[in-house]
């Protein structure tokens, strides 16, 4: 099933309404079989199962392959059923076929989207994020240097970086502290916020550490082509690994 990237349409007024067109696909994996349960103790791992539907599109060794394809992802365990629920959205048509036998518990579903947003629609929403927030290099440092990621452990600090995020009516798409805003606003005080376990790579990214925390409200589109890009690219960091996918409905 073919699909395009996302797209902005306007049937009426500039900016006042845009499309959404993506694949997404659902998955049901085993979390007892060796191929899920690596996935889910290793992010690196993760990442690789995820991009392992998507073979032959790009050329190997791309660097921003997954950017390229549009591909963003998120899931959550259930350990009573032991099933991990993976979530995979594509601008371009995912294949399973590759999968180790067993691995999946399920037949993977393939959806898609094709939904038009306009200024006042209002939406659930739930994400998982990378909450973290940049400390820059110290007074001294050599030119070009880096600065620190420190990541937000506690809910009310999650809610204070969404809000950063959020975009009130009439505001731009990029904040004046250059923090790119998602074409939407919402009632902070009514998310629902929980703190979620880290993950990690220990084998192949020593020290690769991604703090991440879940978000569910909901959304009033208020910039609706802004709001398309949000739920194309994602939103803040780690994307790669998991975070950063909007899910609506």
């Not at 929403?125 to 927030?133: H, L």
């Amino acid at each position: 099933m073919n699909t395009t990237a996302a797209t902005s349409h306007v049937p009426s007024g500039p900016g006042d309404a845009a499309r959404f067109v993506a694949t997404q696909s659902l998955l049901t994996l085993d979390a007892r079989h060796p191929f899920a349960a690596k996935s889910l103790i290793d992010a690196q791992d993760m990442h690789r199962t995820v991009m392992s539907g998507f073979l032959g599109w790009v050329d190997d060794g791309s660097p921003d392959a997954r950017s390229q394809m549009g591909i963003l992802s998120t899931w959550a365990v259930d350990l009573r059923q032991a099933r991990i629920n993976l979530v995979v959205q594509s601008s371009i048509s995912a294949d399973w076929s590759g999968m180790p036998r067993g691995a999946l518990a399920e037949t993977p579903e393939t959806l898609t989207i094709d939904r038009t947003f306009r200024i006042g629609d209002r939406v659930d929403f739930r994400t998982v994020v990378n909450p973290v927030r940049s400390i820059p290099p110290a007074p001294g440092s050599p030119p070009k240097s880096r600065g620190v990621r420190v990541p937000h452990t506690r809910p009310e600090h999650v809610r204070t970086w969404l809000s950063h995020r959020l975009q009130p009516p009439g505001e731009p798409a990029v904040a004046a502290n250059g923090v790119t805003r998602i074409g939407a606003d919402a009632d902070t005080e009514r998310l629902a916020l929980r703190m979620l376990p880290r993950v990690s790579s220990p084998a192949s990214h020593k020290g690769l550490r991604i703090a991440r925390a879940e978000i569910k409200g909901t959304l009033t589109v208020t910039d609706p082509k802004t709001f398309v890009t949000a739920l194309a690219r994602g939103i803040g960091h780690a994307r790669a690994y998991s975070c950063g996918l909007i899910l609506v409905r």
